[in-house]
């Protein structure tokens, strides 16, 4: 066993298939998928940077949504692209190691992030008079920081956690990033009390930021229901819809990851569900706060404009 121990110095991804021809396919796909997510949200940065319009709280969130999108994606998305055209896949102790603790630290930020946003659109509607008062932009700074440092924190517990175990046998991840339930699967030691850490740092993390949100659409949903016109109700709802979809898509893809038992955790499907929140949920974004929001588009035309040729 110690031998064994030893013999694991780094670990070879299997990616999602060995068929030359799908490889090619696969890499055109997430090579495509990689630039739409760069060029969307980079351009709802940008947008958002440039129309004085847009300096407001909600989308300063919005722009550090973005941003933590972008290297969310980047992750994962180019090492799946190297997979797709190298045929060495290996990937070192320290390597994935690395992967984890950004993956982790960034997930976890995300969902500190989001339950920041769900407290401006309450603030935003609950006290509408009060909103620049309440939202300054030294606060807005402050719970952005303090997402990325709670973020970050915990994922020095969930990196220190998973790889201070011993893992022996077969070094293969049939994955395509270092993850959890298939590094698990190579320790070659009780994972009880890993489990029982790791049950606790995700949930304490997940239920706080859950209640947060759910706490804020209680109140906004209270004020709203007392409004007398229809139309006022109506705008409510809308500025809440691009975050509840966000928030949907987010935690919706990770409780499905990582909620089920570990008898229901098969290769394919796990490959699948990570697509969702590591690929998908970041290209989607920018979408989901540009197309059906008019000071977005707004925006846009204005930047289209500066760069028309005069008559």
């Known amino acids: 066993m110690e031998d ?67 290297w ?36 976890y930020s995300e969902c500190f992030l989001l339950a920041a946003m769900a407290y401006d659109r309450y603030v935003a509607i609950c006290n509408p008079l009060l909103y620049a008062t309440a939202m300054p932009r030294k606060l807005c700074i402050q719970l952005v920081v303090g997402s990325y440092v709670a973020g970050f924190a915990n994922a020095i517990v969930h990196t220190g956690n998973t790889f201070r175990l011993h893992f022996c046998g077969d070094n293969t991840i049939n994955h395509y990033f270092c993850d959890v339930p298939p590094l698990l699967k190579m320790a070659c030691e009780d994972t009880q009390v890993y489990e029982l850490i790791l049950a606790t740092v995700v949930g304490c993390s997940v239920v706080a930021t859950t209640a947060l949100i759910l706490g804020c659409y209680v109140g906004i949903v209270a004020v709203v229901t007392r409004l007398h016109s229809a139309a ?43 697509l969702f929140c590591t690929v998908v949920n970041p290209l989607v974004n920018p979408m989901v706060y540009s197309l059906r929001n008019n000071d977005v588009k707004m925006a846009f035309k204005k930047v289209l404009g500066r760069f028309k040729t005069p008559k």
């Not at 129309?51 to 933590?68: E, K, R």
């Not at 966000?246 to 089920?260: D, E, H, I, N």
Request: glycine share 6%.
């Open 232 to 274: 006022g109700r109506r705008k409510a709802f809308s500025t809440c819809s691009a975050h509840l979809v966000s928030v949907s898509l987010f935690y919706g893809s990770l409780l499905f990851m990582y909620s089920r038992p570990s008898s229901q955790h098969t290769p394919k499907w796990d490959k699948v569900t990570s």
């Open 72 to 107: 969310y994606s980047t992750v994962y998305t180019p090492r799946i692209l190297s997979d797709c055209v190298s045929k060495n896949k290996a990937i070192s102790h320290a390597g994935c190691a690395a992967q984890f603790f950004f993956s982790a630290g960034l997930a």
């Open 4 to 70: 064994n121990r030893t013999l694991v110095t780094d670990f070879v991804m299997v990616g999602f298939t060995t068929d030359p021809l799908l490889r090619i396919i696969f890499f055109v796909l997430f090579l495509a998928s990689y630039i739409l997510t760069l060029t969307g949200n980079v351009g709802l940065m940008t947008l958002i940077y440039l129309d004085s319009h847009l300096h407001t709280p909600m989308y300063f969130f919005v722009g550090n949504l973005s941003f933590l999108d972008i």
